[in-house]
């Protein structure tokens, strides 16, 4: 905010997104007079923001919920589940996924290509990427709702403008990716980033301050404190797989030695397991299959002693495993949380909460197009203005 007198464009700015957030907080569907006195606006202002927020496509008036007592209840007010929707795009180093979230929340679209992206090269994999998009907003008009951007999950490091600095695991260096897309807004973030957003957002009751890690063929993690995605001076925090383990450690494609992705990466985790793929790991790790155990508390011990070393440091009240540690948590979870007990010190009194992550392993791509729908919800303004125009 600046110290001057806000203007009255400004305050509109700010109470259309005040009534907008009261209709998508609450439990049941507020009423206009609910509005009115949750927010000390006056009906009036707040009748005309809400029609508004109807011509927009941000609100829709639902039936009332029955009460008791005199008098005719009015129309219930909640998001539209056919207005703006966000697109969410992930390229990961052996699959790409796209996925289209309404504004309130609730995934429309699903699509994910499983196949090794790093033979193709960024310019075939950005096309294929492209050609995804376009299927999912061809989806997403059938549904009646209309793409209010996209955002792309990559696993690298990425300028705030959009280029991949690096992809190690991908074999990427200073790829410019929104060049790539024409007539749709897109914006780049890494993975793990995304990923945390999208779990920080997916419901109330949990934690404030956490380390979101994301297993893949590479590991990232996103930080958040106190409710804040914690990117780091340059936008790069997180780099949890290039954490040494063990200095003498077998060498990795980062160029350093034993870094963590060596011993709880994916490809690390099957090789260690004679595995096929995640779903083979799985299901063998169900039936008891003691080499597939010991290859998960294996790395569940190397993940745990880096997480340990966040933890001491940071002070995270959580740390939540995703991507394909999501369906591993089971087994991974017990060596972890060992680690962590041994070597946090305040673990005796205060004790770190280590849980799979609620969004599974779509955490990144429904965290890509949640950040889509959240800017809506948080500025309505700029979206009325773009209909209206
Ligand atoms: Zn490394």
Redesign the pocket.
């Known amino acids: 905010m600046t110290d001057g007198p806000v203007r009255q464009a400004s305050l509109r700015e700010h109470n259309l997104g005040l009534v907008l957030r009261q209709a998508a907080n609450a439990l049941r569907p507020p009423s206009r007079a609910d509005i009115a006195a949750a927010t000390s606006l006056t009906r009036a202002t707040v009748s005309a923001l809400v029609d508004d927020l109807i011509a927009g496509g941000l609100l829709t008036e639902v039936e009332p919920t029955p009460r008791a007592g005199a008098g005719r209840p009015a129309a219930g007010l909640v998001l539209s589940a056919s207005g703006p929707a966000g697109l969410g795009l992930e390229i990961n180093v052996d699959y790409l996924s796209a996925c289209v979230v309404d504004l309130a929340g609730t995934v429309r679209h699903r699509d994910v290509r499983r196949a090794d992206q790093r033979p193709g090269g960024p310019d075939q994999v950005l096309a294929e990427v492209a050609g995804l998009a376009a299927d999912a907003r061809a989806h997403a008009e059938r549904e009646g709702l209309v793409l209010a951007g996209a955002a792309l999950a990559v696993p690298g490091l990425v300028t705030p403008e959009g280029v991949v600095r690096l992809a190690?695991n991908l074999g990427w260096r200073d790829v410019d990716v929104p060049a790539a897309f024409d007539g749709l807004p897109v914006t780049v973030d890494n993975e793990a980033n995304l990923a945390a957003l999208g779990e920080l957002h997916a419901g109330p009751g949990g934690p404030a301050s956490f380390l979101y890690v994301s297993g893949e063929i590479g590991i990232g993690a996103g930080i958040v404190l106190h409710g804040t995605l914690f990117r780091g001076a340059r936008g790069w925090s997180g780099e949890l797989?290039?954490v040494a383990v063990r200095p003498d450690g077998p060498a990795?494609?980062?160029?350093?030695r034993g870094?963590l992705?060596?011993y709880a990466g994916q490809e690390a985790i099957l090789r260690a397991a004679a595995a096929t793929g995640t779903e083979d790991l799985r299901v063998r790790a169900e039936s008891g299959e003691l080499a597939v155990l010991g290859a998960l508390a294996a790395a569940g011990e190397a993940l745990g002693v880096a997480v340990a070393g966040v933890v001491n440091l940071l002070d995270v009240e959580a740390v939540v495993l995703g991507g394909v540690y999501a369906p591993l948590a089971p087994w991974l979870r017990p060596a972890v949380a060992a680690e962590i007990r041994s070597r946090v010190l305040t673990d005796a009194w205060s004790p770190v909460d280590v849980r799979p992550s609620v969004l599974g392993a779509d955490a990144a791509v429904v965290g890509a197009a949640g950040s889509v729908v959240r800017t809506i919800r948080n500025h309505p303004a700029r979206w009325l203005t773009r209909t209206v125009s």
């Open positions: 190690p797989g290039h990795c494609r980062c160029g350093a870094c992705e060596q």
